[in-house]
């Protein structure tokens, strides 16, 4: 009898253990990560942690080749993984020969060991540090947004942290912008990277609730700045129409057509009026306005990051809502410039040329049928169906262990046809009990025969 309670538990422990498999990784990251979107897959790196708002070490990633909805996530931790040590406050950009490897750049860091580059390689789920000739210094900055173009990620502005040798490549400051960190950042279908608002200073104080600027500053959004990746030049174009108010922290789009820049969420300067934090940026005149939006109008964040993929653009994680409530993951469907909608269900979409974009715009997804929840019905599908194939391996191999047991427990005492009986020798009794029939025993043993 042991020895059954043994293989039941062995069976139990398996389903616990596939359960355990199936439980969804809840991520702690809260803001000031990294969201770089590779081959359908956004892989989120570092950033403070929502419980303790310490540098958290995590890195996991969310498919975006299937559907899904926003209240049910399945991200895949990958932090088992990592060899990047705990930071936040990076930049990263997709690029490499083939387009498909995560560039990680500075960031703030309390390892003193931490590199200032980094490469992952999704083919082989492989972090590795690039040998990088040394021929000037490079300063390690943070809050700063990558941009890729032609194979070269362009860094501008942010704070430094402290100097590593490394080699890079300088950029002309004519006409550049003042310093700062925490702005947008956009590459545009014309080869330039368009950069607007942030702040000059490190030490920003901000209301909680209202994202209004206590103590400090940022940078006004009636002026945008123009980088000629192709010719390194800046040009500065004044805007009009609804400019929003000074801000720094906010998220920045290309939209699908290219001639349009989308804006979410930030910390500002109190205008005086009733703000929103949602605009978009007409490039054909310069000319700011709010889209009509529709949906569940979620509330503004600051310290997140924006992508587009497929239709949508995807916000992730940042400050300003509660994550025990609200998703950690916002769909704006920005495919139809007369309004856009907040939703909660993300389907693929055909992928149809675009523009590059920055670090925080990247290519639509691979089409798949709009069917939700997908992922999960697989998964617990493949549970269950693995669940029923060892409860059946058990219940069989019980029973074909208790039928070998009881055939050797069984006397047949040979006597009267009309008196033969089988009985069951019960080794703690002198007790003989009758069982059934020896004739029905025959019978049946028979029949298991043919």
Sequence with gaps: MSKNYLVLWIIFQLLIEINCQMTPFKPTVSNKHTATLIDNKLYILGGDDVN???????????????????????????????????????????GGANNDTLFLYGGHSNDQTIELVYTFDPQSIK?????????????????????????????????NRDTINISWGKGSLVNAPTPRSLYGATLLPNNNIIYMGGTDTDTITYNLKTFNIIQGNAFTLSEVYLYDTINDNWSIKTTSGKIPSNRAVFSTVLGLDGQRVIIFGGMFNNPGYLDTTLYVLDLTNFNWYVPKSSGNIPNSRIYHKA???????????????????????????????????????FVPTVPNNMPPSSSSSSSPSSSLSPTNNIP??????????????????????LYKRNKKSKQKDILRIQGNENHERAIRINENSTDHEPIIPTSLVNRIMTMGKK
Excluded: C
């Design 127 to 159: 972090w590795s540090i690039p040998k990088i000739a040394e021929i000037n210094s490079a300063i390690r900055k943070s809050e700063v947004t990558g941009v890729n173009y032609n194979g070269k990620m362009y860094l501008w502005g942010g704070f």
């Design 307 to 345: 992508n587009v993929i497929g239709k949508y653009m995807v916000i992730s994680f940042g400050l300003g809502y509660d994550n025990s409530t609200e998703s950690d993951i916002l769909l704006l469907d920005i495919s139809n410039n007369e309004e856009y909608i907040w939703t909660t269900s």
């Design 376 to 397: 999960v019905i697989a998964g617990a599908t493949v549970g269950s169906l693995f669940g029923i194939i060892l409860l059946s391996f058990g219940s069989f191999f």
């Design 52 to 94: 303790t708002n310490y540098i958290d070490k995590s890195f996991f990633y969310l498919d975006f080749s299937v559907p899904f909805n926003t209240q049910n996530l399945l991200w895949q931790d990958l932090s088992n993984i990592d060899s990047v040590p705990s930071h936040s406050e990076a930049a990263s950009v997709r």
